[in-house]
């Protein structure tokens, strides 16, 4: 005889009430396929929402949901956004419906990864275990811990921000800076991060910190090796690690789908995260009477520039993997495309009479 389950969850005291999936189970022994409809509809939500908390695009959490809905036998209707999914899965003519949503948003390729993974092997690895095994299953990819301690992460962020710069038009005085500025800008959102805090508050807070710090190593470089005043313009690659590129990309991701819920909602988040930065600077700026102008020019041979440029793309795509949580084979991967793709297109703009928008696109072609 079949065990019913009984157990039931105390109730989740967060804002962002913590859903008790497992009490949908409602018999232990049957395989998922031949669950009943909540059951089925449950797993499908929470593999969406979960990829979606990812940082994914609509069009890849749809996907992911409908290939295990149809593993299940389902038919699944979704509606995705920037932090919540309404759905409805169909079998014959009954129907269950449910709206999902997560406290933040953010980027994690390591997880990312693991759950599309999943999601392929699921009609030959998971579909015919039980409900609860497959729970099981999401909860080891849903708690896996983030692969890098706040300190990492803001070393990653320095070197993202240093190599940045340098592409910028800056010199080793800016790129220390940056390193020093963004390295603790990051390092305070991280931490922030790690206890929940909003996220306007860890973008303002994080950027006044890296642009503070961007100011003290100038003034100590000022006072001690008498650098120019222009030394000033790299302030900018101090918060360069706020830029939110993910959602900007997924955003015209999802409106060329015509997924233009998820699409607006993101570019509205990455319009205000850079709006927030860019007040946050300029007030700093304005308070400590920083007045960045053009880089100084660098006086290196063109020669000089595409051998450094080389490693300072590298270093800028790496660090920012490291950021999204990739793994150390998926980040040196793909430093190594991205020093190649990004110099080519530097050295088409500088070389050639071939405008910006095009060789982006040779560039980013190439490699692929």
């Keep these: 005889m079949n065990k019913e389950r009984k157990s039931v969850m105390p109730l989740s005291q967060r804002h962002h009430m913590t859903i008790p ?19 089925r509809t449950s797993i499908v939500g929470r593999v969406g929402i979960l990829m979606l908390s990812c940082g994914t695009g609509a069009w890849r959490v749809r996907d992911a949901m409908n290939k295990i809905a149809r593993s299940l036998n389902l038919t699944c209707s979704a509606d995705i956004g920037l932090i919540s999914i309404q759905y409805t899965c169909f ?28 999601v392929k092997d699921f009609d030959a690895k998971y579909a015919r ?25 803001g070393l990653a962020a320095g070197l993202a ?42 973008i303002a807070v994080s950027v006044a910190v890296a642009c503070l710090a961007y100011m003290v190593s100038f003034k100590i470089f000022e006072y001690n090796f008498q650098i120019l005043a222009q030394h000033e ?44 930065a860019t007040l946050v600077g300029w007030l700093v700026a304005t308070l400590v009477s920083f007045k960045p ?46 020093a190649i793709a990004n110099t080519l297109r530097l050295e088409l703009v500088d070389l050639t009479a071939m405008p910006p928008a095009a060789a982006a696109f040779v560039g980013r072609s190439l490699p692929a």
């Design 161 to 202: 921000c240093s190599g940045f710069i340098f592409l910028l038009g800056g010199g080793i005085p800016e790129m220390i800076c940056s390193f020093l500025g963004a390295g603790l800008g990051n390092y305070v959102r991280a931490l922030m991060g790690k206890r929940s805090m909003t996220t306007v508050a860890g």
């Design 21 to 39: 999936w497992k009490d949908f189970i409602r018999n232990e022994d049957v395989p998922a396929k031949h669950a009943s409809l909540q059951e």
């Design 233 to 276: 313009a790299g302030y900018i690659g101090a918060m360069l690690f706020v830029i939110p590129g993910f959602p900007f990309i997924t955003s015209m991701l999802d409106i060329s789908k015509l997924d233009m819920r998820s699409g607006l909602e993101r570019l509205a988040y990455a319009i205000m995260v850079t709006l927030i």
């Design 91 to 118: 079998h014959h003519e009954r129907s269950y419906t449910q709206v999902l949503s997560i406290p933040n948003t953010g980027v994690n390729t390591d997880k990312l990864n693991i759950l599309e993974q999943f």
């Design 293 to 338: 102008a053009d880089f100084l020019p660098l006086g290196l041979s063109p020669l000089a520039v595409l051998l450094l440029r080389l490693p300072a793309s590298f270093c800028g795509v790496y660090g920012f993997s490291i950021m999204f949580n990739s793994s150390q084979k998926m980040a040196i991967t793909a430093g190594f495309i991205g």
């Design 129 to 153: 275990l039980t409900v609860a095994q497959v729970h099981a299953a999401i909860d080891e990819v849903q708690t896996r811990p983030k692969q890098y301690s706040p300190l990492v992460l």
